[in-house]
Each structure stands twice: as C-alpha cells, then as structure tokens.
C-alpha cells in the first residue's frame, strides 16, 4: 500500500490489471515447472523424512514425531544406543521414534488436569465426572494406586496446586495467591484442606480391573460449587515422576532396553542393566547453585531429584519469587498448604523401584520442616537410597565409594 498521504474526499482508483496472454509454450513451460517443482518437493519431502528416520549406530537422542500430535515429549529427553543388538540402527530408530511417539502422545492426554480428549478419561474427566463409575487406561490406573499406596494425601490438593500456578506464573501481584502474605488465601487453604485431608468429604476409589470413582461428600461439593473449583485431583509436581515410568514400561514392553530417559524437572529411568551413569550432585547457597559432587549408578536405576529452585527454564514453572527475595517451590505440605522441604535438594535412587513408587515413599520425608534421619535410613530397606549435601558434608545410606565430593561454579537462579 502507498505511504503517501491523500487530501480528504480523494478516491483512490487500482491500477487497472494487466492481461497477460499464456502462449502455447508459456503453458508447457508452467507445466513442467510444476512438475519440476512437484517433484523437488516431494524430493525435499523424501529427504526430511529419510533424515529423520536415518541413524549411525551409537548413542542417538530420540524426537518425537509431530505426525502423532501434541506430545510430553518436550519435557523428556530419551536417548538410545542404536545398533547395539545387531539390529540396523536406521530400522531401531525408526520403530523407537514410532513408540516413543505413541506413548508420549497417550500419557500427555491422559494425566492432563485441565483439558479432555475425546475418548480419552484422562485427570481432567475424572474430575469432571464425581461419583461415576470410570474406565481408565492401565497406565494411568497404576499412577493413581502408586501415589496412593502409603497413604499419601497430596494428589488431592488440587484447588492449592491451582493457586501456586498462578503465584508462579504472575509477574505482578503475587501476594495475593501466598497463604503465607494473604491472610485471606491462608484462610481458603485450610478450608480446602480439611476436606482434601478426610477420606470421607474427598477420596479416588480404586476399584480395580483399571476402574475409579471420584467421591465426594456433599458438603464438599456445595463447597467446590460455592467456590469454583473444579478439580481436586491433581499430579502437579510429581507428574513428570508417573510419565518417565510410563515411557520407561512402554518402551521396554516392546524389548528395547538399551536406553535411558531423562525429564527436565528431576526424573530419569536408565533402562539398561549395563549402563553406567554419573549423576550431578547440586546445593544451593542462597539464591546461588553449586555442583558440590557426583553419584555414580550402574544398572537398570530409577533417579529422582528433587529441588526447592529450578533446574532451568523449563521447570521455573513450578517456583516463584517473594518480592523480599525469598524462593517459593511446589512442594505443599498438606498440613497448612504451605511449601516447606527439609532440605534445599536430594537425590534418590533405586533398582528395584520406579520414580513414582520413590516419590509416594519420600514425600512425607522431603516436604517437612526437619530432617527424619532414621526414616532416611529405613529407605534403605525399601530399596531406595539417597543422598544430599549440607554445609559441607554428604548424608547418605548409599555405599561408601558411590559418589563423591566436588566443586563447582555458582549459578544463580533467578
């Protein structure tokens, strides 16, 4: 469009369009140029997905494909030695990406809290559906009896996980969703907890043969009703826990395992019994993080880590700033609805457990205002070890020998 000016009540007349005559070889010319560029981009097209699919044997990261739609795939990486069973590494690669792709797409949907897939009863369908019967897939049935298992109450926090995202995620005005400088939101949050914490006003029903029933009393639905809320059931933190095992199960089931699978929050399944991995042992010192040593993990291993600061970017979803400073994490304790941990990080490890089974063993230890030394070291009886690091010295009930101390540079965090 022209920049210059028009007086008022001045028309603007187009140009008149010029007819440009197609002679006879002016109309072959196009055809096979058409062709030619037909062919270039179905060539083009050929090569992308020969690209993709194509691989040297070897340590190889596996993507999911976008032809499978929205996937979890961004929160995970999953890398893979292709070739090592004598198998093409080109063939492994393709049937990796196939599975891979699959079972990101399904747990994505399926342990979503805010949105529902057709024919799909994922989160978000089970809490929009109370008091009815609901078939569920495998994968998700064996997430809920995990986290429930020892009596854990913090799948049910819901309306409280619904607050901190918004205190995360507020750039301005973040006092009004803190329970801790909100008079009002600490009021709202021990009223939500008396019904998340009482089996008889909340409580997800496993009925077996991969069937659930949300209930919930009516008092407690007038009370949802009354005050908006609309979903109680929620993974929030630990999700990433119950997906890297999903992942794990649905790529083993098909004999691939000699790979391992990495989440961005703290989450990580090492598939092969002879792999061997360094984990990075960190510690915080104010609003800086430090590599303090390393833990080495031979085996099929389950690691957890888990942190009151974020990793990187991809995680800062689940932690906010207090204007004076001070670091808010995702780790509510179901006794006030306010985040508290022990310690500022700590790994856990296990060979016989997944992340899941860690995370419903730990959380009454991490989430907690003291450290439970004896509880720590009982774990070791569960089959899970850990490890964390506090002026200067290492706690740990993992064999001597299994880690140890180094130093590195701060970075900040926020």
Same mark, same amino acid.
């Given at each position: 469009?022209?920049?210059?000016?028009?007086?008022?009540?001045?028309?603007? +007349?187009?140009?008149?369009?010029?007819?440009?005559?197609?002679?006879?070889?002016?109309?072959?010319?196009?055809?096979?140029?058409?062709l030619l560029f037909g062919t270039l981009g179905v060539g083009l097209l050929t090569y992308a997905v020969a690209s993709f699919f194509s691989a040297e044997e070897g340590w &190889?990261?596996?993507?999911?494909?976008?032809?499978?739609?929205?996937?979890?795939?961004?929160? !995970?990486?999953?890398?893979?030695?292709?070739?090592? *069973?004598?198998?093409?590494?080109?063939? &492994?690669?393709?049937?990796?990406?196939?599975?891979?792709?699959?079972?990101?797409?399904?747990?994505?949907?399926?342990?979503?809290?805010?949105?529902?897939?057709?024919?799909?009863?994922? +989160?978000?369908?089970?809490?929009?559906?109370?008091?009815?019967?609901?078939?569920?897939?495998?994968?998700?049935?064996?997430? !809920?009896?995990?986290?429930?298992?020892?009596?854990?109450?913090?799948?049910?926090?819901?309306?409280?996980?619904?607050?901190?995202?918004?205190? !995360?995620?507020?750039?301005?005005?973040?006092?009004?969703?803190?329970?801790?400088? =909100?008079? *009002?939101?600490?009021?709202?949050?021990?009223?939500?907890?008396?019904?998340?914490?009482?089996?008889?006003?909340? #409580?997800?029903?496993?009925?077996?043969? #991969?069937?659930?029933?949300?209930?919930?009393? @009516? @008092?407690?639905?007038?009370?949802?009703?009354?005050?908006?809320?609309?979903?109680?059931? %929620?993974?929030?933190?630990?999700?990433?826990?119950?997906?890297?095992?999903?992942?794990?199960?649905?790529?083993?089931?098909?004999?691939?395992?000699?790979?391992?699978?990495t989440s961005v929050d703290g989450y990580a399944r090492m598939l092969s019994a002879n792999d061997s991995n360094q984990i990075t042992l960190y510690n915080r010192e104010d609003?800086?993080?430090?590599? +303090?040593?390393?833990?080495?993990?031979?085996?099929?291993? =389950?690691?957890?880590?888990?942190?009151?600061?974020?990793?990187?970017?991809?995680?800062?979803? !689940?932690?906010? *700033?207090?204007?004076?400073?001070?670091? +808010?994490?995702?780790?509510?304790?179901?006794? %006030?609805?306010?985040?508290?941990?022990?310690?500022?990080?700590?790994?856990?490890?296990?060979?016989?457990?997944?992340?899941?089974?860690?995370?419903?063993?730990?959380?009454?230890?991490?989430?907690?205002?003291?450290?439970?030394?004896?509880?720590?070291?009982?774990?070791?009886?569960?089959?899970?070890?850990?490890?964390?690091?506090?002026?200067?010295?290492?706690?740990?009930?993992?064999?001597?020998? =299994?880690?140890?101390?180094?130093?590195?540079?701060? #970075?900040?965090?926020?």
């Amino acid at each position: 469009m022209s920049r210059e000016k028009r007086r008022a009540g001045e028309s603007v +007349v187009p140009q008149p369009v010029k007819k440009i005559e197609i002679t006879e070889d002016k109309k072959k010319l196009r055809v096979v140029l058409a062709l030619l560029f037909g062919t270039l981009g179905v060539g083009l097209l050929t090569y992308a997905v020969a690209s993709f699919f194509s691989a040297e044997e070897g340590w &190889q990261t596996i993507e999911t494909n976008i032809s499978y739609g929205v996937t979890c795939g961004s929160d !995970f990486t999953f890398q893979y030695y292709l070739g090592g *069973e004598g198998v093409s590494a080109t063939a &492994q690669k393709k049937q990796l990406v196939k599975i891979y792709s699959q079972a990101s797409a399904m747990a994505h949907q399926m342990f979503h809290e805010t949105e529902q897939f057709p024919g799909v009863a994922n +989160v978000a369908y089970i809490n929009a559906h109370p008091g009815e019967v609901i078939q569920i897939d495998e994968g998700l049935y064996h997430a !809920f009896e995990t986290y429930l298992e020892n009596g854990c109450r913090n799948l049910y926090l819901g309306p409280v996980y619904d607050q901190y995202r918004n205190f !995360f995620s507020a750039d301005v005005g973040t006092e009004e969703f803190d329970p801790i400088q =909100s008079k *009002e939101m600490d009021i709202y949050f021990r009223e939500i907890l008396t019904y998340a914490n009482d089996p008889a006003h909340v #409580n997800l029903d496993l009925l077996g043969d #991969n069937k659930v029933r949300l209930t919930l009393s @009516e @008092e407690c639905k007038e009370y949802a009703l009354d005050n908006e809320i609309i979903n109680w059931i %929620d993974f929030y933190w630990a999700k990433n826990a119950f997906i890297v095992d999903y992942l794990a199960e649905k790529i083993t089931m098909e004999g691939y395992t000699l790979g391992r699978i990495t989440s961005v929050d703290g989450y990580a399944r090492m598939l092969s019994a002879n792999d061997s991995n360094q984990i990075t042992l960190y510690n915080r010192e104010d609003m800086n993080v430090c590599m +303090v040593g390393t833990l080495k993990v031979d085996g099929a291993v =389950s690691v957890v880590v888990l942190h009151d600061y974020p990793l990187g970017e991809a995680d800062s979803c !689940f932690y906010g *700033e207090r204007k004076d400073g001070s670091l +808010v994490s995702a780790y509510i304790d179901t006794a %006030d609805g306010r985040d508290r941990t022990f310690t500022d990080t700590i790994c856990f490890s296990s060979d016989k457990k997944g992340c899941g089974e860690i995370i419903s063993n730990v959380i009454p230890l991490y989430i907690s205002e003291e450290e439970n030394t004896s509880a720590l070291q009982k774990l070791a009886g569960e089959d899970i070890f850990y490890i964390f690091y506090d002026n200067g010295t290492f706690y740990s009930n993992h064999k001597e020998g =299994s880690y140890e101390q180094r130093s590195g540079k701060l #970075n900040q965090v926020y």
